[in-house]
T-cell receptor, first 112, second 116 residues
Framework: NAGVMQNPRHLVRRRGQEARLRCSPMKGHSHVYWYRQLPEEGLKFMVYLQKENIIDESGMPKERFSAEFPKEGPSILRIQQVVRGDSAAYFC??????????FGPGTRLLVL | AQSVTQLGSHVSVSEGALVLLRCNYSSSVPPYLFWYVQYPNQGLQLLLKYTSAATLVKGINGFEAEFKKSETSFHLTKPSAHMSDAAEYFCAVSDDYGGATNKLIFGTGTLLAVQP
């Protein structure tokens, strides 16, 4: 049973470009969470989604960031017009019936 | 508002020695508490969780944690450290486990080094 998959594992973007991060939850899981880990810090909650619905986006920056979890396909975290402060590790977690969260390996974004 | 405090950003122990990683929480409702481990350049792996059953929780790799309401603590212990335990450990709290949101609030992490 494959775990949570994230791709790409590493992403380099120049300031002003767009970054798209993908997350495929564990089989049978319909709840997806995105967290951001800045250097030397713990993980910070960003957004919680179920299929086709955003349930809680209280941790998302107000501008440039968006997330979706379509009926078919992976969840996408999209960052428009990236800035150097967006450099971080972005982790996706999934759960079944809103219980224990299982984390993916993360995408490490570097903005030059 | 919920929060988690991990005392000691870096802990170093000798192989075979006791491991004690401290976590204190703040929550206005009965909390659900978790310990995760992160190896370099990897995701987080769940070590153990407290969800209001037994206060002493046993996890994987020989780790355990005890929920102490009077001390608002959930410290992680292992009787004898192994070199493979070297990693970063995160304590997390949720006030809504299995509920509407279920988001986790993480501490800032403790980096455990194990000396030969």
């Amino acid at each position: 049973n494959a775990g949570v998959m994230q791709n790409p594992r590493h992403l380099v973007r120049r300031r002003g470009q767009e970054a798209r991060l993908r997350c495929s939850p564990m089989k049978g899981h319909s709840h997806v969470y995105w967290y951001r880990q800045l250097p030397e810090e713990g993980l910070k909650f960003m957004v919680y989604l179920q299929k086709e619905n955003i349930i809680d986006e209280s941790g998302m920056p107000k501008e440039r960031f968006s997330a979706e979890f379509p009926k078919e396909g992976p969840s996408i975290l999209r960052i428009q017009q990236v800035v150097r402060g967006d450099s971080a590790a972005y982790f996706c977690a999934s759960s079944g019936r809103k219980e224990t969260q299982y984390f993916g390996p993360g995408t490490r974004l570097l903005v030059l | 508002a919920q929060s988690v405090t991990q005392l000691g950003s870096h802990v170093s122990v000798s192989e075979g020695a006791l491991v004690l990683l401290r976590c204190n929480y703040s929550s206005s409702v009965p909390p659900y508490l978790f310990w995760y481990v992160q190896y370099p350049n990897q995701g987080l792996q769940l070590l153990l969780k407290y969800t209001s059953a037994a206060t002493l929780v046993k996890g994987i790799n020989g780790f355990e944690a005890e929920f102490k309401k009077s001390e608002t603590s959930f410290h992680l212990t292992k009787p004898s450290a192994h070199m493979s335990d070297a990693a970063e450990y995160f304590c997390a709290v949720s006030d809504d486990y299995g509920g509407a949101t279920n988001k986790l609030i993480f501490g800032t992490g403790t980096l455990l080094a194990v000396q030969p």
